[in-house]
Nanobody
Framework: VQLQASGGGLVQAGGSLRLSCAAS????????MGWFRQALGKEREFVAG????????AYADSVKGRFTISRDNAKNTVYLQMNSLKPEDTAVYYC?????????????????WGQGTLVTVSS
């Protein structure tokens, strides 16, 4: 499975970005998808996850109410809509795929990873 993340960039605090992650090489729909991020000098952390149908989602407390994860199984794509961005949201964002039915919040829960896309939020 190959995951290609895109949509990162530079945005001012309070602004919005939408990240996309396109999957190829395997049927997309049976898998849990997640977004993680890693800021400079920090460990990778869970941001959001979504189950196979899109009917169940999970978020880190730090992004609840600001970020929304969604998926389009017909397009093999998962999205992360990020609103009200803060400087502390600055990080490389990674999408990941998990061959499981429950949304995990740890890196080891996921089997495949994209290359990451940089999000920079200026104050």
């Amino acid at each position: 499975v190959q995951l290609q993340a895109s949509g990162g960039g530079l945005v001012q605090a309070g602004g919005s970005l939408r990240l996309s992650c396109a999957a190829s090489g395997r049927t997309f729909s049976p898998y849990v998808m997640g977004w993680f991020r890693q800021a400079l000098g920090k460990e990778r952390e869970f941001v959001a996850g979504i189950n196979q149908s899109g009917g169940r989602t999970a978020y880190a407390d730090s992004v609840k109410g600001r970020f929304t994860i969604s998926r389009d199984n017909a397009k093999n794509t998962v999205y992360l809509q990020m609103n009200s961005l803060k400087p502390e949201d600055t990080a490389v964002y990674y999408c990941a795929l998990a061959a499981r039915t429950l949304i995990g919040s740890h890196s080891y829960d996921y089997d495949y990873w994209g290359q990451g896309t940089l999000v920079t939020v200026s104050s």
